[in-house]
């Protein structure tokens, strides 16, 4: 087996390692913890008082943050390689990542002027 | 014990189960993780600098057996499910969070042979894994059927995204300066290089990445929703956030992936920033002796200042949050990039 196919099965041992550990705990907890269902208890728990109102209707105010973290975040992808290389690539390769950099900026620049950054 | 220092004492196993034993550590490691940081920072720090009476007093000696009487109330304790909660996602919210801290050790250098596997994107890798517990938060808040998990879980999600950014600009500075995003290959960049010719300690990055080591433990501290940052678990305002619903051993799972995490991402910060397990002069197989120790004993120093932080902010708004990190730490952190990779091409 090669070596890149070696990093992939560690990978993939602690995540499966990791799975048996949690259900290992869940199952000692089911040995060890009492059951004595109340109706009560199963009333979602909002500081005490009983729930008013329906739940699921929230304002997500913040989805135009996401839409602007996928962009910055495509752009993590890119940097990276960049980063690795950039001994090799030299002014060359600066010029072009401030380029890069600057037009990504516009958009955040651009996201601040429209006021999507504030809290309306 | 660990694989190689068996290899040094003269057994020679496979790498199968090398692979088999230091798994098994790991899977120690972020229970072994929670606890110190709980204990030292939590309970002893915490207690002294608020001045809190009651963590202090159970079994004597500074409250040595308040973890101990935490964690044995949570095995008792009832497995509640709200009535209108989406069940399967409920019950598997907590294991996303704990398994994603679990992974990101994976990658973590403890001495020169001692890592699981120094994976190429080692960097990449961490950062990656430990941002999947954002689903688990998401997860768990929408699945709760409760009003304030909801919020919280919104409002932690849209924390989590707004801070991996900073984070992923401040490290690009490290990789920038060492040419390599292996976390291994980081240590040994700071050991073998100098900072405008002068080797004596080599260059951790510290020094020269001060602005990235403090964009990386603000935004760190953002994505363990710690104080100044703890709008989503704030327990004035939403009682308690996405976990609020949870009970016994699954709460339990939050509350270990939070301080494995941070005990994750001190590590992260102290092998990046400090140097990990490398000391200055100490080369070879004491190297992989003393590793650990050293990488605990810088991981430690990072961890005292994120819960100083914890301890002595007051907490945020929401909205001074988004700000924060869009108005501020991302500029900066781009600024950051592109003067390091200035430097880096200039000198």
Sequence with gaps: MTEFYRSYLAVAVLILAAIGMVGFML??????????????????????????????????????????????????????????????????????MTIFVVVLTLGLVYAWRKGVLRWA | MNAVA?????????????????????????????????????????????????????????????????????????????????????????????????????????????????????????????????????????????????????????????????????????VIQAGTMSLNGIVVAQQQQSIFGIDWIGNPYILTQFVGFLIFLIAAQAELTQTPFDMPVAESELVGGYHVEYTGFRFLFFFMGEYGTAFAFSAIAATLFLGGYALPWVEGDLANWIGPLVLFAKLMLVAFLMFWARFTFPRLREDQLQAFAWKFLIPLGLANLLVTALFKVAF
Aim: charged share 15%; glycine share 12%.
């Design chain 1, 27 to 96: 199952g000692l907890g089911r040995l060890i913890r009492p059951v004595r269902a109340q109706e009560q208890k199963y009333i979602p728990y909002e500081a005490g008082s009983d729930p008013t109102g329906t739940f699921g209707q929230s304002n997500v105010r913040y989805y135009v943050f996401a839409l602007l973290f996928v962009i910055f975040d495509v752009e993590a992808v890119f940097i990276f390689p960049w980063a690795v290389n950039l001994e090799s690539l030299g002014w060359f390769g600066l010029v072009e």
């Design chain 2, 6 to 174: 068996l290899t040094t004492l003269g057994i020679e196993i496979g790498w199968g189960a090398a692979l088999a034993i230091k798994t098994l550590v790991i899977l120690l490691i972020i229970p072994a993780g929670a606890l110190i940081l709980g204990y030292v920072f939590l309970l002893k720090m915490m207690s002294h600098m608020q001045s809190r009476l009651g963590p202090m007093d159970p079994g004597g000696f500074h409250g040595w057996f308040q973890l101990i009487g935490d964690g044995l109330k949570f095995v008792q304790k009832e497995d509640l499910m709200p009535d209108g909660a989406d069940r399967k996602v409920f019950a598997g919210a907590p294991a996303v969070v704990l398994i994603s801290t679990f992974l990101v050790f994976l990658v973590i250098p403890m001495g020169p042979d001692l890592v699981v596997k120094d994976l190429d994107i080692g960097v990449f890798y961490a950062l990656a894994v430990s941002s999947l517990s954002v689903i688990g938060i998401l997860m768990a808040g929408w699945s709760s059927a409760n009003k304030y998990a909801l919020l919280g879980g919104l409002r932690a999600a849209g924390q989590l995204i707004a801070y991996e950014l900073p984070l992923l600009l401040a490290v690009i500075g490290v």
